[in-house]
T-cell receptor, first 115, second 112 residues
Framework: QKEVEQDPGPLSVPEGAIVSLNCTYSNSAFQYFMWYRQYSRKGPELLMYTYSSGNKEDGRFTAQVDKSSKYISLFIRDSQPSDSATYLCAMSLAWENQAGTALIFGKGTTLSVSS | NAGVTQTPKFQVLKTGQSMTLQCAQDMNHNSMYWYRQDPGMGLRLIYYSASEGTTDKGEVPNGYNVSRLNKREFSLRLESAAPSQTSVYFC???????????FGDGTRLSIL
């Protein structure tokens, strides 16, 4: 079993829809959770990151972590065609100078928002 | 403010040729990483450098070598390129290991 599982999609929605993107993980020691957005022919860019459980909101984006279920989500409200991209989740054990501890990425979900 | 800069952006090689991919960051980050991204495989870590002077293997290190030249620069070398190394290569950096990483825009490498 891979440490991080993410449905690759593709996911197609009309403009204005609410989008839910999800990842599950197996390592209960993960503490930090991130979402990246990757446009075609570009590198991933950090969207949001959260620590432990709970919600974090930034404009139209909300990141949610449920550590008891080992499940994280990214919600996009009022989706726009410019949101069309691949979204990758990532997680890590700890930030406190864990030499040699890298991020673990999901494979990404491709989202298409049509106008 | 450039962030993470990768050169070249595109390259075509013949099997058996060697090549070095360059990466530089201007954010004074301690940790740097090399990934490859293939369709259906996601991002796979090749090598990383947690701090200047150290390098460690990632998930798929075979066929590659790295050099952390200084705090800013981290290069990836293919000594004898193989068609299986056709991929998009991304360099990333972070303040310390396990923190959010900042990525370059990639090098698209084709090996014939």
């Amino acid at each position: 079993q891979k440490e991080v599982e993410q449905d690759p999609g593709p996911l197609s929605v009309p403009e204005g829809a609410i989008v839910s993107l999800n990842c599950t993980y197996s390592n209960s020691a993960f503490q930090y959770f991130m979402w990246y957005r990757q446009y075609s022919r570009k590198g991933p860019e950090l969207l949001m990151y959260t620590y432990s459980s709970g919600n974090k909101e930034d404009g139209r984006f909300t990141a949610q972590v449920d550590k008891s279920s080992k499940y994280i989500s990214l919600f996009i409200r009022d989706s726009q065609p410019s949101d069309s991209a691949t979204y990758l989740c990532a997680m890590s054990l700890a930030w406190e100078n864990q030499a040699g501890t890298a991020l673990i990425f999901g494979k990404g979900t491709t989202l298409s928002v049509s106008s | 403010n450039a962030g993470v800069t990768q050169t070249p952006k595109f390259q075509v090689l013949k099997t058996g040729q060697s090549m070095t991919l360059q990466c530089a960051q201007d954010m004074n980050h301690n940790s740097m990483y090399w990934y490859r991204q293939d369709p259906g495989m996601g991002l796979r870590l090749i090598y990383y450098s947690a701090s200047e002077g150290t390098t460690d293997k990632g998930e798929v290190p075979n066929g590659y070598n790295v050099s952390r030249l200084n705090k800013r620069e981290f290069s990836l070398r293919l000594e004898s390129a193989a068609p299986s190394q056709t991929s998009v290569y991304f360099c990333a950096s972070s303040e310390i290991s396990a923190q959010p990483q900042h990525f370059g825009d990639g090098t698209r490498l084709s090996i014939l």
